[in-house]
């Protein structure tokens, strides 16, 4: 992975002069690109003032899970713990949504604005075990970054 590379790219799409909508679906676009082990790439924020995130933009297959509860699966327990949750293998996970059966990793990152967790970035990767602390690092930074246009 070029860490650099793709950290100035997603600089570049947060610099860009266009809505926040359109970068956030431009930076899904680009990982799930760029990454070979990035099969779904989205974006969920807290829905208002519920205790659920909403799906925003995301790139990959459909999901029905547009609504996650706090604490339900991989996001919702990020939404409660604010911490980053890699799963290098869904099957040994007790708390976990499928998106279906290709579905074998996730990565979810918070996002944090003025130290609220207001959103995050969740992963899916049809590989297991594909994570490295270099996804940790590209994908925080992308967090970070986001924060800054919402």
């Given amino acids: ?52 995130l909403k799906l925003a933009q995301f790139t990959g297959e459909p999901t029905d899970h547009t609504i996650i509860p706090f604490g339900k699966g991989i996001c919702g327990q990020v939404a409660v713990s604010n911490e ?10 007790d708390n976990y949504i499928s998106c279906g059966w290709k579905v074998k990793s996730e990565i979810v990152i918070p996002i944090f604005v003025n130290g609220e967790n207001i959103g995050q970035i969740d992963i899916d990767s049809h590989t297991v075990n594909p994570f490295t602390p270099q996804d940790e690092e590209l994908l925080e930074h992308v967090c970070s970054k986001v924060a800054t246009i919402l």
Avoid: P
């Fill in 84 to 93: 980053n949750f890699v799963v290098q293998d869904v099957s040994e996970q």
């Fill in 1 to 52: 992975m070029n860490l650099d590379q793709h950290k100035n790219k997603v600089n570049t799409i947060i610099n860009s002069v266009i809505s926040k909508e359109e970068k956030l679906q431009q930076i899904c676009d680009y990982l799930e690109a760029q990454i070979s082990y990035y099969d779904w790439v989205g974006f969920y924020f807290k829905n208002g003032n519920k205790e659920e």
